[in-house]
């Protein structure tokens, strides 16, 4: 299997701009996040579908950020308007059961 | 609430053992995991244990948890240089139904040769 896949690996954008993240989960896994990372507050997780459908959408930042999961084997992360603080690595993960993958990142960059 | 705690940072010489610390504070959580972060890269699943379990070894990885303290650790023996990364704790709390994981900031292993 090829784990989960992310595109793009970077993103540089400027502000205002529309930024769409995409993840293709492990096939076979029916629960999928979308997380954040940053210096300064580390590791949040932004929401959480599980069979594709939005269960936790509590770290969703603001309206700006949107998700979706129209299939098992497809998901994006939306932001618009993108900002500058927008800037960090968004990480993409899989599960099923107890063991949760993740893919290897966009590092998005927002002037 | 739930509250997962680590040290920052830990410094070792190749050869010697490493021992990673995490408090948690969730005492329902059901299964309590070890991540690897190495520079540029995803998170990459070492370990993980259920609450049940005191100890669980995996080559020359060895979990630990004290449940009454919410103490886990993860020893590695023989550091290599290849294991400086940064090393994440994680829970999921409560039944472990949601499947959500609370991550700790994570520390940072410094292998010096």
């Known amino acids: 299997d090829a784990g989960v896949i992310q595109s793009p690996r970077h993103e540089v954008t400027e502000m205002g701009q529309e930024v769409t993240l995409r993840c293709k989960p492990i096939?076979?896994?029916?629960?999928l996040f979308w997380y954040r990372q940053t210096m300064m507050r580390g590791l949040e997780l932004l929401i959480y579908?599980?069979?594709?459908?939005?269960?936790?959408d509590s770290g969703m930042p603001e309206d700006r950020f949107s998700a979706k999961m129209p299939n098992a084997s497809f998901s994006t992360l939306k932001i618009q308007p993108s900002e500058p603080r927008d800037s960090a690595v968004y990480f993409c993960?899989?599960?099923?059961?107890?063991?949760?993958?993740f893919g290897p990142g966009t590092r998005l960059t927002v002037l | 609430g739930e509250d997962v705690e680590q040290s920052l940072f830990l410094s070792v010489r190749e050869g010697d053992s490493s021992v990673i610390n995490c408090t948690y504070t969730?005492?329902?959580?059901?299964?309590l995991y070890w991540y690897k972060q190495e520079p540029g890269a995803g998170l990459q699943l070492l370990t993980y244990?259920?609450?049940?379990?005191d100890m669980k070894q995996d080559q020359r990885l060895t979990v630990l948890l004290n449940k009454k303290d919410k103490h886990l650790s993860l020893r590695i023996a023989d550091t290599q240089t290849g294991d400086s990364a940064i090393y994440f704790c994680?829970?999921?709390?409560?039944?472990?139904?949601?499947?959500?994981?609370?991550f700790g900031q994570g520390t940072t292993l410094q292998v010096k040769p």
């Open positions: 993960a899989s599960s099923f059961q107890r063991e949760q993958f």
């Open positions: 096939s076979g896994h029916n629960s």
């Open positions: 579908f599980n069979n594709n459908v939005p269960i936790d």
């Open positions: 969730d005492s329902s959580s059901t299964y």
């Open positions: 244990i259920f609450s049940n379990m």
């Open positions: 994680a829970e999921i709390p409560g039944s472990g139904n949601t499947g959500k994981l609370i």
